[in-house]
């Protein structure tokens, strides 16, 4: 993601407001005599239990939880946590084996061994949330535990992506004394064994994270506390930023809050971290609705949307059009809705849906989540109604709702067509596919896409050699784009706010786009 060179990274990977004179002139000891340091966040979790989130909590749970495998800074593959070792026990990829680390505790004092992991893992499976993160587990037949410190994933098909899997945040070890077998645990708690423990929580408004005294991994802490702080719009966290209310912002950056913190941040003291991104925005087709189920309308819109206007003039061109469900920069990544349908075409969309028979102009409506990706979610959803309204084969109407209720709703199927984001559980083509289709997905929406997981993606999981597998991805894709029940609309970028005095912003990015928050320091001297 980053340069690892920290001198080059500043010249490189780094857009910094702030004037940096030279590389090693600032201290990198913590210095915690201000208080905890306080980042701002559009991202508010919508759980608590791991069992229960596939979603942006995971940004939470990174640093409260601990998995058995993680992303130091600047790693772009699992490398041991909660474990001492891990790795592949057999060469068809169909055996996984785990050594934890010795004298592992929770948060609480309690002992963390396999027969915890075993328990935090069969758990999700137990659960099964609709939408939840079970269907990541797909290709796990069982856990064995050998002995308190070892355990053997056993799979049911050979699949090179599950060291990938258990560095998710999905797969954070619980406390079995602590979280329900069978059901979610509901009383706003956490015990984990993170590098923080989560001192208080205030749902929607406050998270007040601390050193975890027990932790043992990978992570050196270079602060003692965060206080996360969540905010409902941008202009109100950068006004914070501004008024030294919180320290470091992260996620939700409004483009006209990016656009000007980038001329005249340094004036306030501010300087503007920004790195490559996966992070991708894309439209859902419900095959239940009597409309979005028809192909020719879904291809319609697929010709109709302007994803270059949508980045332009919404996002002021901190966003990047995106033409496929993998973003670049990934092994594998197409531009399979460019090359088939070509610039928007409302003639084209006409011809598409007279072919099907459809003449009348065509109701949609669209929904979108008010809280959660962003204060642009909204002009951007008004841009599309727009763009389908004008070419006159379209009447839409939208509706949007607070994260909470708006993920309940998709998971019921409510939604005629709605917006999703999606920052990655790791960074492989795989994850940009396999969470949206089959049965049991991440969308609550099922989509069979029977050559796809019965054939491509098993293929894929053979390799562990992830550049050998491009034409499997290559393939997938263009399912995707022949289905059209996903439509891509652009990439993101990473974009970190922060007063001067903070440090540590550039190498707090993991490759999910997850903020490491033990990262995040005060500089102690110029």
């Keep these: 993601m980053f340069n690892r060179n920290p001198c080059l990274r500043h010249l490189a990977a780094v857009t910094s407001i702030t004037l940096v004179a030279g590389c090693g002139v600032l201290s990198s000891a ?4 201000k208080g905890p340091i306080v980042v701002g966040t559009t991202s508010a979790p ?117 060291p990938f899997v258990l560095a998710t945040p999905a797969m954070s070890i619980v406390d079995p004394d602590d979280y329900p077998a069978h059901s979610l645990r509901k009383d706003g708690k956490v015990f984990g064994s993170g590098p923080y423990s989560l001192r208080s929580y205030e749902d929607g408004k406050q998270a007040e994270l601390v050193r975890n005294d027990h932790y043992k991994g990978f992570a050196e802490l270079k602060n003692d506390a965060v206080t996360i702080r969540y905010f409902q719009d941008s202009g109100e966290m950068v006004d914070a930023l501004k008024d030294k209310k919180i320290d470091v912002t992260f996620r939700g950056l409004a483009s006209k809050d990016i656009v000007s913190l980038r001329s005249k941040g340094a004036d306030n003291g501010l300087q503007l971290v920004e790195g490559a991104g996966m992070e991708i925005s894309y439209l859902v087709f419900n095959p239940k609705d009597p409309w979005a189920k028809k192909l020719a309308v879904r291809k319609a819109v697929a010709q109709v949307i302007d994803r270059a206007a949508i980045a332009h003039k919404v996002y002021k061109d901190t966003v990047d059009p995106l033409y496929s469900m993998v973003p670049a920069g990934l092994t594998g990544h197409t531009t399979g809705f460019f090359d088939d349908y070509g610039d928007p075409s409302s003639s084209k969309a006409r011809q598409i849906l007279s072919a099907a028979g459809i003449t009348e102009r065509v109701p949609l409506t669209l929904w979108y989540t008010t809280d959660r990706y962003g204060s642009e979610t909204a002009p951007e959803f008004q841009e599309i109604k727009r763009q389908l309204e004008d070419s006159g084969l379209f009447r839409v109407s939208l509706n949007g709702r607070p994260w909470k209720t708006y993920e309940e709703g998709y998971r019921k199927g409510e939604y005629p067509v709605f917006g999703r984001g999606w920052f990655p559980d790791f960074p492989d083509a795989e994850n940009f596919i396999a969470p949206f289709v089959g049965l049991q997905n991440a969308l609550g929406t099922p989509y069979p896409a029977p050559r796809i997981t019965d054939t491509l993606l098993p293929a894929s999981r053979r390799e562990s050699d992830r550049g050998a597998v491009v034409k499997e991805f290559e393939a997938a894709q263009q399912i995707l784009v022949d289905d059209a029940r996903l439509l891509p609309l ?24 997850i903020m490491m928050m033990w990262e995040l320091h005060r500089k102690t001297s110029w």
């Design 490 to 513: 652009w990439q993101g970028k990473q974009f970190v706010a922060a007063s001067e005095e903070i440090s540590g912003g550039e190498q707090a990015l993991d490759p999910s786009t």
């Design 46 to 162: 919508s759980t608590l239990d791991p069992a229960a989130s596939w979603d942006g909590s995971w940004e939470l749970f990174r640093n409260i939880y601990q998995t058995l495998l993680s992303y130091p800074s600047g790693a772009t593959t699992p490398e041991p946590d909660a474990a001492q070792s891990c790795g592949f026990a057999d060469t068809s990829n169909l055996v996984y084996r785990c050594k934890l680390r010795a004298d592992m505790k929770f948060s609480d004092g309690d002992t963390l061994d396999a027969r915890a992991v075993k328990y935090s893992i069969d758990r999700i499976k137990r659960i099964n949330l609709s939408g939840g993160p079970a269907g990541l587990l797909g290709s796990l037949d069982r856990i064995q535990v050998v002995n308190a410190r070892e355990l053997l994933f056993h799979l049911n098909k050979s699949d090179a992506t599950f």
């Design 30 to 33: 913590s210095s915690d005599d």
